[in-house]
């Protein structure tokens, strides 16, 4: 038994390796009972497998498409990744995506089947419309597998999923919204579809998206998104919110916005710091007279941070009009 070949072979096809390539590497079927048995290996799906420090050290997401690869590896007909599991191969941002099941469609035009942890369904496109993303993994057509993943989920996550998709120009909103015309009769579809029409693809993060969605739930004027603000300096700021005539700035602070603007051996209270003189410009400025922060916290408290927001914006109309 060769391990150190088996390693490399995982490693050359994405971690997953199955029955067969055991076989080659010189396991026996004993042995690979008793490989199991003892955690040397993890077992994802009948016939395949993943070395323990591969799956430790791997996400949700990341199991999620560990098991798409061995689904689509021992599928007995061709098949592209689609829903929840197509746009996460396609790098989409979700909001605690459901990844309980592998979704895929298949190519063969035949109609399609539910198994334990699959659902195989009924393709209406051929393979050379789909996008090859590697040797294992064909992901459905864009606009198909977006829309059909903001069906799988409530009217939030919903579109979380499509700004994220429309802001990594995988499609466009215009196209999103020709697709969900096309699932109109579809069951389950009518949440999606009026997501698409909040769809915003200038949100770069789940953050923004929600405190977004945040905003229109709870009766709060919707803000610009990405609002631009030129510093005395040469700066550049984008703000995620603007209430521009309120004189209102809107900040979703996510860890990993601070993550994105931290530099190697720099002390994480330099981040926070550097970020303070960011606002600090930001409101000498001019445009900005008032910022309000949201956190990960906030969006659990709705109405409470709509009312913080509303004040923020109400007093910001009166300030204007008495000047």
Avoid at 19 to 37: L, N
Avoid at 231 to 258: I, N, S
Avoid at 285 to 294: F, I, K
């Amino acid at each position: 038994m060769d391990h150190n070949h088996l390693r490399d072979l995982a490693g050359r096809q994405h971690d997953v390796f199955s029955t067969a390539d055991a076989h080659e590497a010189g396991y026996d079927d004993r042995a690979i009972t008793s490989a199991v048995r003892r955690r040397e290996w993890v077992r994802i799906r009948r016939g395949f497998f993943v070395l323990p420090d591969a799956w430790e050290s791997a996400t949700a997401t990341d199991r999620h498409l560990l098991l798409a690869r061995a689904v689509a590896r021992s599928s007995r007909t061709p098949v592209a990744l689609t829903h929840v599991t197509g746009a996460l191969a396609l790098g989409v941002a979700a909001w605690e995506p459901d990844v309980r099941t592998v979704h895929v469609t298949r190519l063969d035009g035949r109609h399609g089947a539910i198994e334990h942890g699959v659902t195989n369904h009924e393709g209406r496109f051929r393979s050379d419309e789909c996008q090859r993303i590697d040797e294992d993994l064909l992901v459905a057509p864009a606009s198909y597998t977006i829309f059909g993943a903001m069906t799988l989920h409530s009217l939030d996550k919903a579109v979380v999923i499509g700004d994220s998709a429309v802001n990594r120009l995988l499609l466009s909103e215009d196209e999103l919204a020709r697709e969900a015309d096309a699932w109109e009769r579809y069951p389950f579809s009518r949440s999606a579809r009026l997501a698409t029409r909040l769809v915003d693809g200038r949100a770069e993060s789940p953050g923004e998206s929600l405190g977004r969605f945040l905003f229109w739930r709870n009766g709060v004027p919707q803000p610009e998104l990405q609002f631009r603000i030129d510093g005395p300096g040469g700066e550049t700021a984008y703000l995620d919110f603007m209430w521009e005539e309120a004189g209102v700035g809107g900040e979703f602070d996510g860890k990993r916005k601070y993550m994105r603007s931290f530099r190697p051996e720099e002390d994480p209270g330099e981040v926070v710091f550097r970020e303070k003189r960011r606002e600090d410009w930001i409101l000498e400025e001019g445009t900005v007279r008032t910022m309000r922060r949201l956190v990960w916290a906030d969006l659990f408290t709705p109405t409470a941070t709509a009312a913080r927001f509303r004040d923020a914006i109400r007093r910001g109309l009166r300030r204007r009009v008495l000047v």
